[in-house]
């Protein structure tokens, strides 16, 4: 089944009030306000045991009904995504890289043992609900409209196996900046604890792994940071990624650095679209291990002069500050980096529509 898969728009009885709309797009944060539709397909087996999408939906936002057996509550067979749709300066919408998401989704399900979405089925839904809440862009400069497709296993069973009806969902919320701080650049926190080992989940974007990881989160909270930074489960000692995003650390000589994808980290489509921009600009990018010891040692020799996060999310974020149980270090000024600003630009003129897009990146709406 594809995106031939006609989709059943239902009519929204009370559209949010224009002035309420409004308000939120003029203040949107991150993640706290929904827009008013969402999109839901189901997947189930039929009598033959052959499973396939069907019943696609542009729906009013809402609750979801779920039998209290369903298995995403026992046993967290869930996976997500997330991606931003722009309004560009002509008027047009775009999302930026969703074909990598829908791949990235379907690795996810691969690992969680839940059925694939076609990649062009994937897409439609999203632009579906971009359309239907067309209305819903943030005015606020850095705007976006983030888009949260998420799957999980609807079928009431309390044995432990994979479950055998899902639902796929497509909500959107208004996004203006992520770190509610609003600092120029951000505190991370080194966790003791781990998020992911070999063999593990680490590389899929699931529930699961969030939920593990917010523990460390409040503790790096409550020290005063804004992101936690997990280290490999083995040496505790290589850098992996924080919370939400992937790491790049920037030399005077030039070089850029991001630790590999070796399983155990999130292949952020933000991380690889930068990796090809540095190289355009002339960085010697590469992808290999970086430890914590080394990464203070850099920092205080004055080799390392600029490390950034980067996600959807959290677009390209300057680190200011590192600590761990043994003291802090400041990387560079402990403020914005040039080189930082120069991808952030690029990356962001890219999908906003205001430099051209020489690498089919951007998919413009009909
Ligand atoms: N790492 C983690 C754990 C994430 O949650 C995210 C956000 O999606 C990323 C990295 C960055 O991925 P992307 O650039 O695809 O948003
Ligand atoms: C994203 O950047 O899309 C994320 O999923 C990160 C975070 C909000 C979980």
């Known amino acids: 089944m594809s995106a031939s898969l006609s989709f059943t728009h239902l009519p929204h009885p009370a559209p949010t009030a224009a002035e309420v709309r409004a308000a939120v797009l003029a203040n949107p944060g991150f993640g706290s306000t929904f827009t008013d539709h969402m999109v839901s397909i189901e997947w189930s087996e039929d009598a033959n045991g052959i499973g396939g999408w069907h019943d696609a939906q542009v729906l009013p936002y809402g609750p979801i009904a779920l039998d209290p057996a369903a298995s995403v509550l026992h046993y967290a067979q869930e996976i997500f995504e997330g991606l931003k749709a722009y309004r560009h300066p002509d008027g047009s919408m775009a999302l930026f890289r969703p074909d990598a998401n829908a791949r990235r989704f379907n ?116 020290l005063g940071h804004d992101q936690v930074l997990f280290l490999d489960a083995a040496e505790h000692k290589w850098i992996e990624e924080l919370g939400g995003m992937n790491l790049f650390f920037a030399f005077e000589d030039g070089s850029l650095i991001t630790p590999a994808l070796t399983g155990t980290i999130l292949p952020g489509i933000t991380r690889d679209s930068l990796l090809t921009l540095a190289r355009e600009e002339g960085l010697t990018v590469s992808e290999e291990r970086y430890s914590l010891d080394q990464w203070r040692a850099d920092a205080a020799s004055g080799k390392l002069i600029e490390a950034f996060a980067c996600g959807t999310a959290a677009v390209v974020t300057p680190v200011g500050k590192v600590a761990d149980r043994s003291g802090e270090f400041t990387i560079g000024t402990g403020g914005p980096g040039q080189l930082t600003g120069k991808l952030k630009a690029r990356l962001t003129a890219i999908q906003r529509g205001e430099e051209p897009d020489a690498h089919g990146w951007v998919s413009v709406l009909d």
């Open 107 to 222: 690795a996810s399900a691969q690992r969680l043992a839940m059925p694939e979405l076609p990649e062009d089925l994937f897409v439609e839904a999203i632009q579906q609900l971009v359309r239907a809440d067309k209305d819903w862009f943030p005015t606020v400069e850095g705007g976006s409209l983030y888009l949260r497709p998420f799957m999980i296993a609807t079928e009431a069973f309390l044995g432990v196996r994979p479950a055998k009806q899902y639902k796929f969902l497509v909500i959107a919320s208004p996004a203006g900046n992520y770190f509610k701080s609003g600092a120029p650049a951000v505190s991370i926190w080194v966790s003791d604890y781990t998020r992911a080992a070999p063999g593990g989940t680490g590389a899929a974007k699931c529930g699961g792994n969030y939920a593990a990881s917010l523990v460390p989160t409040a503790e790096a909270f409550a």
